[in-house]
């Protein structure tokens, strides 16, 4: 469990400063000794005060917004505050020689009122407590003597310490005013405080120490991580000491070391860390009147090679669960392929998808047997456990999400494979009883709903084609009701219920965009259409494609925009609000809507006595145009001016639709029942109408 390397060096050092943090410095060249440094902070503190020329108080700190401090000096209030400081160097081995010793405080606040601050720090002897001595004592020797400014001031107290450390091991120190006469004070940090306390540093010379620690980083739970300590015998007499190594205070190891004179010796020990976590790691050792300790706190992390494994079982059982329903998913997937691929069908814009179910089937299939493969023939076996590398693991958590991956998407793309196979099977079945039908283009069904009843011929049979229907929601132009409520709920409903494609689009509506959509779907915008813009959508319609715009109540309305657009087709957005005294939801301005025009497939997935939630404005139709949903007898409609438009029993029109070329337009005075306003109230009550219009426009009615 250790190595020994000796190595034998000339233990030279120019020059020796003491150091601010506890550790090896260097050896000395006079005396032959290894100069060590340690910081010891106070072990007792307090102050007095004196008040009409008496010993008025002691305090052991003083508190304030949460700092502890010391008083030194005289106020107007108190004379005579004096500090004091008591240090243990019992961590400082008997046999060592004092190189210095420095009384250091943090000086957090200073008061002229005579002279410049001169301090005196002074000996006095360990009769005192800190929370109550009385009388306070009184100083000995003036040991140094310092102008107080703010920050770190450092006293020499070398002589006093070195002379006495042989005797004693517990020294204090009392600070105060040299001439108790002048008006100066000053607040101190005292050993309380959480930064900056009162600490005396020392630097000694021994004959042997530990002149270095190191810790393996980084360190794994599990995993050797190697510690080496280098033993330095500055004398000129070999020395043998024992060595321990401590963990977090207990002995894990231990031996006896023989170190030359004038030479070093490093040990290594092989340390395994059981588990993930802080540990304080000690070099010691112990010899003939002298000791000596170096600490390291490392971070262990957690085995990487036990998470590997964890993970690894953890995707193992995953996939194991999951497999069967994939697998089930898939032949039900390529047997339905096949079916359509013998009656003709082409699968359009499927293709892609299957391709990438296919290919990803025997890729996810592929790593799985890496993955047994290496489990089989690469285990690691680490302190008698059975572990797992990274890549044995890489492969089974990619066979995993693969899984998961294809799951989504062969439930996506299936159900359109099945619908169009119940619409083309029997026309394959039954080629030879027909004989008088054109082939053409079979739309991707909708969920529950049979799309484009176009006639094939059986002899031709192979030039149908799937279609998926791709919805463009415009975002550009600021639309108020997608910004400030989403349109979550509609997006939702038009993939999981449609099954179609949704992209909502921040971008210009030009021709290069729209030719990629069947429907665009356009809410009252903020900003005006262009004018290319305006044409753009026009020609989408007149060539096939579906445009359900929505507008909203008189002082939003872009009645310019949205006008420009619809008017020349024979419907109008009006410049109105809607009313109803007796039909609403709270208000006479957020009314219900529920009269509907049977004789359009766009209503037939209203139920009866429907009510709509609707905030918005009134249409107007003419030409072709025919109006699709009404407002109750009981509703009116009001200008800006408050005037009514459309008195109770007028029926007011709120949603209109008309046929342009080889497409279609369905208008909707309300842009809030698209979106999730309300606790999506709206669109819930508004989607079996949305639903009926969209596949109106999709020609799927």
């Not at 243990?88 to 000086?107: F, G, M, R, W």
Request: hydrophobic share 35%; proline share 4%.
């Amino acid at each position: 469990m250790k190595r020994l390397a000796l190595l034998l060096i000339v233990l030279i050092v120019a020059g020796v400063m003491p150091l601010y943090g506890a550790g090896y410095v260097g050896a000395s060249p006079s005396q032959g000794y290894i100069i060590k440094a340690v910081n010891v902070t106070a072990s007792a503190d307090a102050y007095s005060a004196y008040k009409y020329g008496k010993y008025y108080k002691w305090y052991s700190y003083h508190e304030y917004n949460g700092k502890y401090e010391l008083a030194v000096g005289n106020t107007s209030y108190y004379s005579r505050e004096r500090a004091y400081l008591r240090f243990n160097l019992s961590s400082i081995p008997a046999v060592a020689k004092i190189e210095s010793a420095q009384l250091c405080v943090y000086i957090a606040y200073i008061k002229y009122f005579d002279t410049p601050m001169n301090v005196g720090v002074y000996n006095i002897t360990n009769d005192w407590k800190e929370d109550y001595t009385k009388p306070a004592p009184e100083p000995g020797l003036l040991l140094d003597n310092k102008t107080l400014s703010k920050g770190w001031v450092c006293f020499n107290v070398t002589d006093y310490v070195k002379s006495k450390f042989s005797e004693q091991t517990v020294f204090s120190f009392l600070l105060k005013l040299v001439n108790e006469s002048v008006s100066n004070y000053a607040w101190i940090y005292s050993r309380e405080n959480p930064y900056d306390r009162p600490v005396l540093r020392v630097s000694y010379y021994v004959p042997i120490a530990i002149s270095s620690l190191s810790v393996a980083q980084p360190a794994y739970a599990g995993l050797n991580a190697p510690v080496k300590a280098t033993i330095t015998n500055g004398g000129s007499k070999s020395q043998d000491v024992e060595y321990l190594i401590l963990i977090n205070g207990q002995v894990v190891y231990n031996e006896t070391v023989s170190v030359p004179a004038g030479s070093e010796v490093e040990v290594e020990y092989d340390w395994v860390p059981p588990e993930e976590g802080y540990y304080t790691v000690t070099a010691e050792i112990l010899g003939n009147g002298f000791s000596d300790k170096s600490s390291s706190t490392v971070y262990v992390y957690t085995n990487p090679y036990r998470m590997f494994f964890g993970l690894s079982t953890f995707y193992e059982n995953l996939y194991t669960e999951e497999f069967p329903v994939v697998s089930a998913l898939y032949e039900n997937l390529t047997s339905t392929v096949e079916k359509l691929q013998s009656c003709g069908v082409n699968l359009g814009d499927l293709k892609g998808d299957v391709q990438w179910i296919n290919s990803t089937y025997k890729e996810m299939l592929d790593e799985y047997q890496l993955f047994l493969k290496m489990k089989a023939y690469a285990p690691l076996l680490i302190n008698g456990n059975r572990l797992y590398s990274y890549p044995l693991m890489i492969h089974i958590r990619k066979a995993a999400f693969l899984g998961r991956d294809l799951q989504g998407r062969i439930e996506k793309v299936l159900p359109i494979l099945q619908k169009t196979l119940e619409k083309v099977e029997p026309l394959c079945k039954s080629k030879l009883n027909q004989t008088n039908q054109t082939a053409g283009n079979i739309t991707a069904p909708t969920n529950g709903t049979v799309s484009n009843q176009t006639n094939v011929s059986p002899s031709n049979v192979t030039n149908v084609t799937i279609h998926i229907t791709r919805v463009l929601i415009d975002a550009s132009h600021g639309q108020y009701y997608i910004n400030k409520y989403g349109i979550e709920n509609l997006k939702s409903y038009i993939e999981n219920e449609l099954g179609w494609e949704v992209n909502v689009s921040y971008v210009p509506l030009t021709q290069d965009v729209l030719k990629n959509y069947d429907i665009v779907i356009l809410t009252n915008p903020k900003s005006d259409l262009s004018e290319a813009e305006i044409q753009a959508l026009q020609q989408f319609v007149e060539n096939g494609g579906g445009l359900f715009v929505a507008g909203d109540w008189y002082k939003y309305v872009n009645a310019k925009s949205l006008n420009a657009l619809v008017k020349k087709f024979g419907i109008e957005f009006e410049k109105t609000e809607l009313m109803d005294d007796a039909n609403n939801s709270g208000k006479p301005y957020y009314p219900f809507v529920g009269i509907y025009n049977r004789e359009t497939p766009i209503t037939k997935f209203i139920p009866d006595g429907w009510k709509m939630y609707y905030n918005g404005d009134t249409l107007k139709v003419s030409g072709n145009a025919l109006w699709v949903i009404r407002a109750f007898s009981t509703g009116y409609a009001v200008d800006s001016g408050d005037n009514v438009v459309y008195a109770e029993g007028s029926e007011p029109i709120v949603a209109a639709a008309v046929q342009v070329g080889k497409g279609r337009i369905v208008a909707y005075g309300s842009s809030k029942a698209l979106s999730d306003a309300y606790y999506s109230k709206y669109i819930k009550s508004n989607w079996p109408f949305i639903k009926g219009a969209l596949l109106w426009l999709a020609h799927e009615d």
